[in-house]
């Protein structure tokens, strides 16, 4: 994957509850990674793909480089960076 093609901005993010002064809780976002990603859109996807999805009814499937020390869960979530 060359990083030209890596041409869109994300985050990874992942919430934690907090609470405030008052006690309340509420839910932050807490940013673990932020950079390029090459985004490809599929429709189905071949075998091969749908044996390595997570979900099988995903359709966008977001690719970047490892980042050191950070193990990616189904806890976090992929937002794109406008």
Do not use: C
């Not at 950079?35 to 189905?44: I, P």
């Not at 020390?69 to 960076?81: A, M, Q, Y």
């Amino acid at each position: 994957m060359g990083f030209s093609q890596m041409d869109v901005f994300i985050k990874i993010v992942t919430r934690e509850p907090v609470k405030n002064a008052e006690g309340f809780g509420s839910q932050q976002d807490i940013i673990l990674f932020s950079g390029r990603a090459y985004k490809s859109v599929t429709e189905g996807g071949s075998e091969r793909w749908r044996n390595e999805a997570v979900f099988s009814e995903e359709l966008t499937v977001f690719r970047f480089r490892r980042v050191p020390g950070l193990k990616i869960t189904t806890e976090h979530f992929i937002v794109p960076r406008m």
